[in-house]
């Protein structure tokens, strides 16, 4: 079964209850789709000012389970690299969303965004927008 990669602004959605996509997607049997963050995706939404509480962290743990993560390796250094050379061919992407869209192409499989605009253009990515 084909995976989902969830990039950052849905997962923040779903935390402030305002994703009912991911909240399908997560509630649904256990034949779903995988659903994968990569571990820059986790960087960024750590980042939020809500994670300096411990019970949010605490909270955040448990949804993480749900989900199948991926660590940035080799492949994804070198699809990064690729990206990084054409990347006159789409500007205004940030490391990060580069980071996103490397691994969801390194797993060939769709980009779940509401940014879709942040990654236009960018070659052998599948997106959509729950």
Known sequence: MKS???DT???IDYSNAKSEWLEEMLTKSVARQPLV???VTISEFLAADQFEKEIE???FGKVLKLFRLQDYNLE???IVGKLLRQKKKFSGISFPDLV???TAIYLKAPLAT???SHFQGIPDL???KP
């Open 100 to 102: 996103i869209a490397a």
């Open 4 to 6: 989902i990669v969830v």
């Open 9 to 11: 602004d849905i997962l």
């Open 57 to 59: 962290k605490l909270k």
């Open 114 to 116: 509401r940014n879709l």
């Open 126 to 128: 599948e997106l959509f």
């Open 37 to 39: 963050l990569s571990v």
């Open 76 to 78: 994804i250094a070198e």
